[in-house]
């Protein structure tokens, strides 16, 4: 092994260090906790587990979440794919002021909308709906799909677009039976994307919803505050949450560079 | 080239319509609280540029945005060179590079407050891995609930623990995309190993730097929850940054009017800093 791998190597170990900790406690008795330290657990319970199993407070938290979080992933796909083909192929307009205005909504600090987004969202009947949520979250979605999408779609050769007119394709035929499967790896980072921070963010999630469509990282919160030191069943909550993330990354595991490039490599 | 077509507006119109019902109508709304007084009951009386006034004068939104950039700075300062550190020396290919790849990630797909929980249960004095590792083993008084130094290093590592790998995969993006060719010339030229990085792997970065500069600048600039549920802005006022600060004010107050202000200009000074940043960065283009 070369010298220079001790570099990544501590780097992911500082890393995993934190997570590791997280898992460790999940496995512990409050007793075990509480009455001092142990790096591993000592007498190992599934019983956080279980209550967050069983109790539906808890595991609809994961269901609604993962609901808000799938619908946000659709919905910014589907607007963001013609938009992002638009500003690819073609200059029209203040093209350039759109795109820059788009980006400046990725940079809005989230605590500046929580008010009056929870006023827009009650005022049209949508609080404490998973769509409420899933809306809501196209604000930087949306403009990080099309950055993503359209460096993507400007690595294809404008000859494919020709060739299939000349072949006869119809535009939705083309766009359908051609772009797509050609931009495939895109489409999977942005959704990799758009899943990534509508699953991680949650100041908004909690400000639009009560009980109906209360995300899973907002129970761990009222958790928390209210039964005070189950740190067990907190830790085993946070482990949950980690899961999600982990399988999604491994598909888009070689393109993920690349995607947090924004496509511009 | 691109072709001059007009109709592609149709294309782009959901896009326009779904960004703008989130920002526009929420901005504005923002607008309208920021020129006027309430007393509750939905009585709003005008207030003109009052807020904006009040605001500019207080002690309190300077320290806050002191505190602020500082925090900015210094995730700036550490995230930055040591992803570019990490990335050059992990390897090129082979097994072990989708693993880094994954493992790495892995940090940034954990909630927010999850990331939080994490590092207040790690950092917990006599329970915690990190809290007893310091108080117990290496004998150094570490509470960063009682601490401000503590809490300001707590907070910064935990953001460099979080938010480094996106500097590592930007890195590493543009590290990949530089043919061998360069480096055998570079090696036939006598090149140094500084000669390499300085003339060939770092203006080949220089697009993917400038995208991880300005969204770690956005987002360690807009940061909130994370330190929210690590120090909840304290020991007092130490950790407390904009974010927190802001909805202290307009959800623990209530004070919408000075809320809205304070939105308003933390929003256009992340624009500016963000315009300035991108300008100087790409001004060689």
């Known amino acids: 092994m070369q010298k220079r791998y001790l570099i990544p190597l501590i780097y992911i170990l500082f890393l995993m260090l934190p997570i590791y900790w997280l898992i460790a406690m999940s496995f512990k008795t409050t007793n075990e906790i509480l009455s001092g330290f142990s790096l591993f657990p000592q007498t190992w319970t599934f019983d956080n587990y279980k209550v967050i199993f069983t109790d539906p407070s808890w595991y609809w938290g994961y269901i609604n979440s993962i609901t808000y979080v799938t619908l946000n992933m659709v919905i910014s796909i589907a607007v963001a794919l013609p938009a992002a083909y638009a500003f690819s192929r073609y200059r029209f307009l203040g093209d350039k002021q759109l795109f820059f205005w788009l980006l400046t909504n990725r940079m809005a600090p989230a605590a500046v909308f929580a008010l009056p987004f929870f006023q827009l969202y009650s005022a049209v009947g949508l609080f404490d709906t998973h769509i409420a949520v899933a809306l809501a979250h196209c604000l930087f979605n949306v403009p990080l799909a099309v950055w993503i999408l359209e460096g993507f779609m400007g690595g294809i050769p404008k000859e494919l677009d020709e060739t299939a007119y000349v072949d006869g394709y119809s535009f939705p035929r083309f766009f359908t039976r051609i772009f797509l499967p050609n931009i495939k790896a895109g489409v999977g980072v942005a959704a990799f994307f758009c899943f990534m921070f509508s699953w991680v963010e949650l100041l908004l999630a909690k400000t639009l919803t009560a009980v109906a469509a209360k995300p899973i990282a907002a129970t761990m919160t009222k958790t928390a505050s209210s039964a005070g030191y189950e740190l067990g069943l907190l830790a085993a909550a946070g482990t949950l949450t980690i899961i999600p993330g982990a399988i999604v990354i491994y598909f888009v595991r070689n393109y993920i560079a690349r995607g947090f490039a924004l496509g511009r490599v | ?285």
């Not at chain 2, 994370?226 to 107050?253: H, R, Y």
Request: with cysteine; charged share 10%; hydrophobic share 55%.
């Open chain 2, 1 to 285: 080239m691109k072709t001059v077509n007009q109709r592609a507006w149709f294309f782009v119109l959901p896009v326009l319509l779904l960004v703008a019902f989130n920002a526009l109508i929420p901005i504005m709304t923002v607008v309208n609280y920021s020129v006027q007084e309430t007393f509750g009951n939905n009585l709003f009386f005008w207030e003109g540029l009052g807020w904006f006034e009040k605001l500019l004068h207080s002690d309190r939104f300077y320290s806050a945005l002191g505190r602020q950039f500082v925090f900015t700075g210094l995730i700036l300062a550490i995230e930055i060179p040591l992803g570019i550190i990490v990335a050059l020396a992990m390897p090129k290919n082979g097994f072990w590079v989708p693993v880094c790849l994954v493992t790495m990630a892995l940090p940034m797909l954990i909630p927010w407050n999850v990331v939080g929980a994490m590092w207040n249960i790690l950092t917990l004095p006599d329970i915690g891995l990190l809290g007893y590792l310091m108080n117990h083993v290496l004998g150094i008084t570490y509470d960063m609930t009682q601490n401000p130094t503590a809490a300001w290093i707590t907070i910064v590592v935990m953001d460099v623990w979080h938010w480094t790998s996106l500097v590592v995969l930007l890195s590493y993006a543009g590290l990949v995309s530089i043919p061998d060719a360069y480096y055998q010339a570079a090696k036939i030229d006598g090149a140094s190993g500084w000669a390499v990085f300085r003339y060939i792997q770092l203006p080949k970065m220089k697009s993917v730097l400038t995208i991880a500069i300005l969204l770690r600048f956005m987002d360690s600039f807009n940061i909130y929850t994370e330190p929210f549920v690590l120090t909840g802005g304290g020991p007092g006022n130490s950790t407390t940054l904009l974010s927190i600060d802001l909805v202290k004010i307009a959800l623990g107050q209530f004070d919408l009017g000075p809320a809205a202000a304070m939105s308003l200009i933390y929003f256009a000074i992340t624009l500016l800093v963000s315009w300035v940043f991108y300008t100087l960065m790409t001004k060689d283009d």
